[in-house]
């Protein structure tokens, strides 16, 4: 096992923390315990949907277990600078602490796993979107594990050369020495900008491929309005996560250039990294919260369906137009019979103005009368499954006992139908 080189002023422990960094340390942890919170309820609740689907249905949909993954990465990224509250605790940052070694683990493995599982929801996104192509189930399961081998042997490999000497003071937590860059870079940084850029790419793919396929008339006009909010919500995902990872990552790397950041900046990036996890909660509960919420899971197939841009106008979902018109009447009898409008419910309804003589319609004893109505057919949208998904279950028994009566209910009244008289 490899010894890193002695430690220095910037890696040893730090007694005391500086008073004017005491508020940036504490932005912190209160960001991470936020994102910890928001993950962990999120998790159950993956959780809890996974085995009613699998107990109801007998499967699964691969964008949820992908979403499971995420929230366990950011769970364990947030876990990591929540720990920071063991060093306000002390007042110091201990390296002899297993505090550190343990915050040390949780930075490498929670920064790379939120990353990786970034980029494959794109990867998903873009598969399922533009090319309509889904892995078969086993080679998707296949894929997550794998996934996971490398993100827990990239982390692994530094703490098998050096052990215990790994994590030392990073700023204001623990991380790999500062001397080590080779391993700072080729085990955990030159992966997190792969992956940043690979986002970017991804969805600007995805933008200008629906973009295109808008002007060419690949959509109707309604869907095409509904694409359109979809392909802007979608530019949303590669800024939040460029945005809450870019700091810190050029921080570091500016520290391997020797250009060291003061640790005012580190805790402001620290804050912003670990915000990844509430944000990503916030993001996609509320743009794809079919996929989370759902009683029944969610077809495989369904590809922008799974979107819903809540900035946008909810189109009218049900509803037909009618209109009633006479022909044949002249010209002067139709001036005189000009239809007024009026709406019914959802619908919109075109009658002819009452007269008090059915022969001032046409000005003959012959009335010729059409009725055109129109029926639009659309896709049903993400809201009109939790509609019906509600409406299910008011149907419900609301127990196995108020089933049973209303089948014994049912059998009595059956039997005293078949008694003769």
């Known amino acids: 096992m490899l010894t890193p080189e002695p430690l220095d002023h910037d890696a040893d422990s730090l007694t005391p923390i500086p008073p004017q960094i005491h508020h940036w340390v504490r932005a912190v942890v209160i960001f991470g315990f936020l994102s910890f919170v928001t993950s962990v309820t999120l998790l159950f609740l993956l959780i809890y949907r996974l085995i009613q689907w699998q107990i109801k249905s007998k499967r699964t949909n691969q964008f949820v277990i992908l979403i499971f993954n995420l929230v366990w990465a950011d769970i364990q990224q947030s876990l990591a600078f929540v720990l920071n509250i063991e060093w306000l605790r002390m007042d110091s940052v201990n390296i002899a602490s297993p505090i550190c070694w343990a915050q040390g683990w949780f930075v490498s493995t929670g920064d790379l796993a939120s990353g990786v599982w970034c980029f494959t929801i794109g990867l998903h996104t873009f598969a399922s979107v533009i ?3 889904r892995l078969p189930p086993r080679y998707f399961f296949l894929t997550v594990a794998m996934l996971w081998i490398f993100i827990y042997g990239m982390s692994a490999i530094p703490a098998l050369l050096y052990g215990k000497n790994l994590y030392v003071r990073a700023g204001t937590w623990c991380w790999i020495h500062h001397n080590l860059n080779d391993l700072r870079l080729w085990t955990h940084y030159f992966w997190i900008f792969l992956f940043e850029f690979g986002n970017v790419i991804i969805y600007a793919v995805i933008y200008a491929m629906l973009l ?5 008339g690949y959509y109707t006009a309604m869907e095409a309005e509904r694409v359109k909010a979809i392909s ?3 530019v949303v995902y590669p800024i939040v996560y460029v945005i809450c990872t870019l700091p810190l990552a050029s921080a570091r790397m500016a520290s391997m250039s020797g250009h060291p950041p003061s640790l005012a900046r580190l805790c402001l990036a620290g804050a912003m990294i670990t915000s990844n996890g509430w944000l990503d909660v916030l993001l996609y509960t ?12 969610p077809a495989d197939d369904n590809g922008l369906d799974t979107f819903s841009a809540f900035w946008a106008e909810s189109p009218r979902r049900f509803g037909a137009a009618t209109t009633i018109e006479a022909v044949g009447c002249p010209s002067s009898a139709r001036e005189k019979q000009k239809p007024k409008r009026t709406r019914a419910g959802r619908g919109l309804v075109t009658l002819p103005a009452k007269s008090e003589s059915s022969d001032d319609l046409c000005g003959s004893k012959d009335i010729k009368l059409v009725t055109t109505t129109h029926v639009t057919s659309e896709p049903a949208q993400p809201a009109d499954y939790l509609e019906m998904e509600a409406e299910a279950r008011r149907k419900r028994p609301r127990t196995p006992v108020g089933r049973w009566s209303e089948e014994s209910g049912n059998l009595k009244e059956f039997q005293l139908e078949r008694i003769p008289d």
């Open 131 to 133: 090319l309509n192509y």
């Open 232 to 234: 802007n919500l979608m």
């Open 286 to 297: 509320l743009t794809r919260r079919i996929m989370v919420f759902s009683d029944e899971p």
């Open 212 to 216: 295109q396929r808008i002007r060419s």
